[in-house]
């Protein structure tokens, strides 16, 4: 019943041209170095898809630099130019897909409609999850490994952000629109139930056995988490 408030949300999404701004420094924020659609960005957005491939089947410690030259389809020595070394190039993925994931959410004021902007950010992150599997799961191996790389980002920009969009479900909450379950668990159930679906593909399609992953498990998924989530946290439109 939910589907009605959702927008057309088909069009591909773009992660690594987004320029979101942060207190978090990257190591190698190397988009300003170039202009849009110049060939520098084209490069560099090559490398950044090349490195979330490689990066999402060996991990940090089993991908190589050459490896990732030869999956953006350029010479290890120019790659090195956009990016000077691994542990750059893994710090700069990781934390453009986070960026990315929070974005979805827009920016929140708390005369918006509950209803309609939790079922927006749902079908966002479900989308993006259908589109972009490996960065998923990328997220997910460096997280289960205690976040050795971007802890010090979780604890300023995740938190800040966390803070920030929490606050306004708060307000919500007090006025009868939300269940008053504590902000931060809204969102690690909204992360758990929409990435689920990338993370643990393997064991969905033993399970269902789908002929077209992405066809036939992501369409009615992406109700059935809006549902569950819709009416376990109780989300009411304003009158």
């Given at each position: 019943m939910y589907l009605d408030l959702l927008h057309d949300t088909s069009s591909k999404v773009i992660f690594f041209y987004m320029n979101i701004h942060s207190t978090y420094a990257l190591p190698s924020e190397t988009s300003s170095r170039f202009k849009a659609g110049s060939i520098g960005e084209k490069n560099q957005q090559k490398v950044l898809e090349a490195a979330v491939k490689i990066f999402s089947r060996k991990g940090f410690s089993g991908a190589r630099i050459d490896e990732i030259a030869i999956q953006a389809g350029m010479s290890k020595t120019n790659m090195l130019y956009y990016f000077k070394t691994k542990q750059a190039l893994y710090e700069v993925v990781i934390v453009r897909v986070i960026r990315q994931w929070l974005s979805s959410l827009g920016e929140l004021h708390k005369d918006d409609q509950p209803i309609e902007v939790i079922t927006q950010y749902i079908s966002k992150k479900m989308q993006l999850s259908r589109q972009y599997p490996e960065a998923s799961r990328l997220i997910a191996m460096e997280i289960i490994a205690g976040a050795p790389t971007i802890d010090n980002f979780l604890q300023t920009e995740l938190r800040s952000?966390?803070?920030?969009?929490?606050?306004?479900?708060?307000?919500?909450?007090?006025?009868?629109?939300?269940?008053?379950?504590?902000?931060?668990?809204?969102?690690?159930m909204i992360w758990a139930l929409t990435q689920t679906y990338a993370d643990f593909e393997s064991q969905i399609s033993a399970v269902m056995k789908?002929?077209?992953?992405?066809?036939?498990?992501?369409?009615?998924?992406?109700?059935?988490?809006?549902?569950?989530?819709v009416r376990g946290l109780d989300l009411k439109s304003r009158v």
């Open positions: 952000w966390v803070k920030e969009k929490g606050d306004v479900f708060s307000v919500w909450q007090k006025e009868g629109l939300m269940a008053p379950i504590d902000p931060p668990h809204v969102f690690f789908p002929k077209n992953y992405e066809k036939e498990i992501y369409p009615p998924a992406t109700g059935y988490v809006i549902e569950v989530l």
